[in-house]
C-alpha cells in the first residue's frame, strides 16, 4: 500500500515513468508473477486429493492411481480408469492396454517420459466396469486441475468415457474420433481406448489414422 501512495503521489507531481536497467525490469516482472503458494502444481494436486474418499470407489481400491510422466508435457493421454494392474501397482496404463499404449507412444516418436497419462478417475471400478456418474463427478474436478498445471498443448482422449467427458458430450467415440476438438483452448483428439484395440485389432488402422493427424497438428515429420 505504502509503495502505490508513492507511486500515486509521484504521478501527481509529473512523474511519467523511468528508465529501468534490465535489471530493475526483472525485479518488476517478478513482482507481478503470483506467490509460490499460489501455483497450481501436481504435488499441490495429490496432497489435496489425500487418501480420498469422495466416491465408493474408494471402498475397494488398492492404490489411488493419480497419473505419471512430464509435469511440462505437450501432449497428455486421458484414459477412462485403472485397471488390475494399475490398481496394484499405483500407475496408469501398465497393463496389457498400457503396454499397447506404450507402442502408439513410441510410434508418433515420444516416450512414455514425455507425455503425461492418467485417467478420467483415479480408482478402480470393480470388475473393470465402467465409471458410475456420481464418481466421475468427484474425481473430474482434479483431472481438470492436472490439466491447468501441466498445461498440454494437445489432449488424446482414449476411449467413450474419456472424449465425452473433456467435450460434455454424449456422442460416441466412433462419431468423435478423427479430428480435432477443443477443451479450454487446448487442442483434443479422441481415438479408441487401447484395451478396446486389444478386443478389435481391426481399429489400429483407424487409431493410427489418428495418431498421424496428432503427429501433423505437433509438428513431428512423418516417415516417408
Known amino acids: ?14 512523474c511519467k515513468g523511468f528508465d529501468c536497467s534490465p535489471l530493475c ?3 518488476l516482472d ?5 506467490a509460490p503458494s499460489a501455483i497450481i502444481n501436481l504435488e499441490t494436486i495429490r496432497r489435496e486429493l489425500g487418501t480420498c474418499q469422495r466416491c465408493a470407489l474408494a471402498g475397494q481400491r488398492q492404490h489411488i ?10 501432449l497428455v493421454f486421458v484414459g477412462e480408469g485403472p485397471g488390475y494392474e494399475e490398481d496394484r501397482q ?10 499397447l499404449l506404450t507402442k502408439i507412444i513410441a510410434a508418433i516418436k515420444l516416450n512414455r517420459e514425455d507425455v503425461y497419462i492418467c ?28 490439466l491447468t498445471a501441466i498445461q498440454p498443448e ?12 473433456l467435450l460434455n458430450t454424449s456422442a460416441p467415440i466412433s462419431r468423435l ?9 487446448i487442442k483434443v483428439l479422441p481415438t479408441y481406448h487401447p484395451a478396446y484395440l486389444l478386443r478389435n485389432p481391426a481399429k489400429k488402422r483407424d487409431v493410427w489414422a489418428d495418431m498421424q493427424m496428432l503427429m501433423q497438428a505437433m509438428g513431428t515429420p512423418l516417415d516417408e
Not at 499405483?90 to 503396454?99: E, K, M, R, S, Y
Not at 474420433?177 to 483452448?185: A, K, L, P, T, V
Open 1 to 14: 500500500m505504502e509503495i502505490d501512495r508513492t507511486l500515486k503521489t509521484m504521478a501527481t507531481e509529473g
Open 177 to 185: 474420433r478423427g479430428s480435432f476438438h477443443d477443451y479450454q483452448g
Open 30 to 34: 517478478r513482482w507481478q508473477s503470483p
Open 119 to 146: 485417467n478420467i478417475v483415479k480408482c478402480r471400478p470393480p470388475e473393470n466396469r465402467n465409471p458410475a456418474p456420481e464418481e466421475i463427478t468427484a474425481c473430474f474436478p482434479f483431472l481438470k486441475k492436472q
Open 90 to 99: 499405483g500407475l496408469p496404463f501398465v497393463g496389457a492396454a498400457g503396454q
Open 25 to 27: 525490469l526483472e525485479t
Open 154 to 165: 494437445f489432449i488424446c482422449a482414449l476411449g467413450s468415457f474419456a472424449a465425452q467427458t
Open 65 to 74: 492411481v493419480f497419473g505419471a510422466g512430464s509435469s511440462d508435457a505437450r
